[in-house]
């Protein structure tokens, strides 16, 4: 048992934020406290996290956040995430407070300004998977890029506790290509949801087959001429938004952010946190809370 290596689970804070929001607030549930703040992510983000950890049972939990819209990505292309629309007023207050409720489990909070949350998951995945399994929590497909045989993926589905696992076996099964291609697919087809157009009129469909046969985006393009009349010339005509794309698409490795393990180990002192779900009113917590004795410091 004692050479049993850890397993460490990397959570897309903003990703189970965002998705336990609008899930109530549909509705209009925010969950209002007596002071007067909104806590409905919160209450569905902690929800989420330890649904997740009861279910996977990592020795070791780490939380990486975006930290603010301005990243490289956004200065390398202006209309960068730029259909996403402003955050509703009853979230703003809930962007700190879930970092101060995340502290409360001692549960580190990892973020970089000009970086998103993927890259700082992708540097620290690929630091730890020597150590480490890694396995990462998000409901962002665009992670998948990031499989390999120590790093898996955890999708989260709709409700709690729904998840689709993946592996790069199964990333293949799904898909046909290995992971890294997953970074080619997008320069091609581009992301509506991010907003950047890889190569007009080159749908899913196409892009993959064309990976299946020349490998990468360098592959198509040495090999333009033997592509048909119609996807020569739509790769021809969108070559620079094709590079660009694919600097867009790419998570980072190597941003400078790491994560101590000794840290992340999961250990909730139950006084501190009971006390942050106090000052907060969040109910009906506690329970999910791994508080058995082998996690407690």
């Not at 903003?14 to 336990?20: C, D, I, Q, Y």
């Not at 989260?156 to 993946?166: D, P």
Request: aromatic content about 8%; charged content about 25%.
């Amino acid at each position: 048992m004692e050479n049993q290596k850890p397993s460490l689970m990397l959570v897309d804070g903003m990703a189970l934020l965002f998705r336990a929001f609008y899930a109530t607030a549909v509705t209009g549930q925010f969950m209002i406290n007596s002071k007067g703040i909104p806590t409905n992510g919160i209450h569905g983000f902690i929800k989420h996290l330890f649904t997740a950890v009861s279910s996977f049972k990592p020795s070791h939990v780490a939380v990486c956040w975006d930290m603010g819209s301005k990243t490289f990505r956004s200065e390398l292309f202006n209309a960068y995430k730029g259909n996403r629309s402003e955050a509703p007023i009853e979230l703003i207050p809930q962007f700190d407070l879930v970092k101060e409720v995340v502290a409360a489990f001692d549960i580190p909070n990892i973020g970089l300004a000009g970086y998103e949350a993927d890259d700082c998951i992708g540097t620290i995945a690929n630091q730890a998977k020597e150590h480490a399994h890694v396995s990462i929590l998000t409901g962002d497909q665009d992670i998948l890029q990031l499989l390999d045989e120590s790093i898996s993926v955890i999708l989260l589905k709709k409700g709690y506790g729904n998840y689709l696992v993946h592996t790069p076996d199964s990333f293949f099964e799904e898909k046909g290509i290995k992971p890294r291609q997953m970074i080619d697919l997008k320069a091609l087809m581009g992301d509506p949801s991010d907003n950047y157009p890889g190569v007009k009129g080159i749908g899913e469909k196409t892009a993959l087959k064309l990976l299946k046969e020349y490998e990468h985006v360098e592959g198509i393009i040495s090999n333009l001429d033997r592509l048909s009349k119609s996807h020569k010339t739509k790769i021809e005509q969108d070559l620079e938004m094709l590079h660009l794309s694919r600097m867009l698409a790419e998570i980072k490795c190597d941003v400078p952010v790491t994560c101590d393990l000794i840290e992340a180990g999961l250990k909730i002192e139950k006084e501190k946190a009971l006390n942050k779900l106090n000052e907060l009113e969040l109910r009906g917590l506690q329970r999910l809370l791994p508080l058995e004795a082998s996690f407690v410091s």
